[in-house]
């Protein structure tokens, strides 16, 4: 099996993907939050790639079933109902809703696999789901990281490592790997026992502590705590069933 990893969502084309399947991984937070959310009952989420694009969109939905959600520098944006926290993708607000879903990073990342043969939401909440179907995949794999604002966040690296040290145990077999995907593993290799450190020692988790965030950073370490695969087909994502 062929996988690739790109440390940075802007390393590849959305045409690349045709074929493909795209897993992209946004440990801090959207991958983690979307995962939470759908987890909660919500009835699907629909990736926006701009503030704007996420309001034009909400704008022509009925708002008694959707919700506007999303951040910028890790705070709620003016007028949003929700914010990037998975603490507050409760049932009571979420079930049977559609989010429209529009973070800093993830969010332009997941629309980007939009051509891809098939697209899935990975993080360490449901790393166990994402490499059980990866190992009956036939197509090749690209794992995108969302990074931090274009630039490489390494908690994104360890999880992508970790998918390929563990899909590799599962089938037993050696993987075709890029040198990203060999750097992810290495990474994995050496961090596996201490993800909440490397989530919390992160450059972006270190920011999300100084804006009060601190309490999201093991939720999002938690590994298999959301054992559910998202699904990003059609400009929305839902729950493989």
């Given at each position: 099996?062929?996988?690739?990893v790109y440390?940075?969502?802007?390393?590849?084309?959305?045409?690349?993907?045709k074929?493909?399947?795209?897993?992209?991984?946004?440990?801090?937070?959207?991958?983690?939050?979307?995962c939470?959310a759908?987890?909660?009952?919500?009835?699907?989420?629909?990736?926006?790639?701009?503030?704007?694009?996420?309001?034009q969109?909400?704008?022509?939905?009925?708002?008694?079933?959707?919700?506007?959600?999303?951040?910028?520098e890790?705070k709620?944006?003016?007028?949003?109902?929700?914010g990037?926290s998975?603490?507050?993708?409760t049932?009571?607000?979420?079930?049977?809703?559609?989010?429209?879903f529009?973070?800093?990073?993830?969010?332009?990342t997941?629309?980007?696999?939009?051509?891809?043969?098939?697209?899935?939401i990975?993080?360490f909440?449901?790393?166990g789901?994402?490499?059980?179907?990866?190992?009956?995949?036939?197509?090749?794999?690209?794992?995108?990281?969302?990074?931090?604002?274009?630039?490489?966040?390494?908690?994104?690296?360890?999880?992508?490592?970790?998918?390929?040290?563990?899909?590799?145990?599962?089938?037993?077999?050696?993987?075709?790997?890029n040198?990203?995907a060999?750097?992810a593993?290495?990474?994995?290799?050496?961090?596996?026992d201490?993800?909440?450190d490397?989530?919390?020692?992160?450059?972006?988790g270190?920011?999300?502590?100084?804006?009060?965030?601190?309490?999201?950073?093991p939720f999002?370490?938690?590994?298999n705590?959301l054992?559910l695969?998202?699904v990003?087909?059609?400009?929305r994502?839902?729950?493989?069933?």
């Amino acid at each position: 099996m062929k996988v690739d990893v790109y440390l940075i969502p802007n390393e590849l084309s959305e045409e690349r993907l045709k074929e493909r399947i795209a897993v992209v991984v946004d440990v801090l937070r959207a991958s983690t939050t979307i995962c939470a959310a759908l987890g909660a009952g919500a009835r699907e989420v629909i990736p926006a790639d701009s503030i704007a694009g996420a309001i034009q969109l909400a704008s022509i939905l009925s708002r008694e079933t959707t919700l506007l959600c999303g951040e910028r520098e890790g705070k709620l944006i003016e007028g949003f109902d929700l914010g990037n926290s998975p603490f507050q993708y409760t049932p009571t607000m979420v079930k049977g809703k559609t989010l429209i879903f529009g973070s800093t990073n993830g969010s332009p990342t997941i629309v980007k696999t939009r051509q891809a043969h098939r697209a899935l939401i990975a993080g360490f909440v449901n790393l166990g789901v994402v490499v059980h179907s990866l190992a009956q995949a036939k197509e090749p794999v690209d794992i995108l990281c969302a990074g931090r604002l274009e630039q490489f966040a390494i908690e994104d690296a360890v999880c992508a490592g970790m998918i390929l040290v563990e899909l590799q145990r599962k089938t037993g077999k050696e993987l075709e790997l890029n040198d990203g995907a060999k750097a992810a593993v290495i990474l994995a290799e050496k961090y596996r026992d201490s993800i909440p450190d490397v989530v919390a020692n992160s450059f972006h988790g270190r920011y999300l502590s100084q804006i009060g965030m601190e309490a999201d950073l093991p939720f999002c370490a938690d590994l298999n705590r959301l054992p559910l695969l998202p699904v990003y087909s059609d400009g929305r994502i839902t729950i493989s069933h």
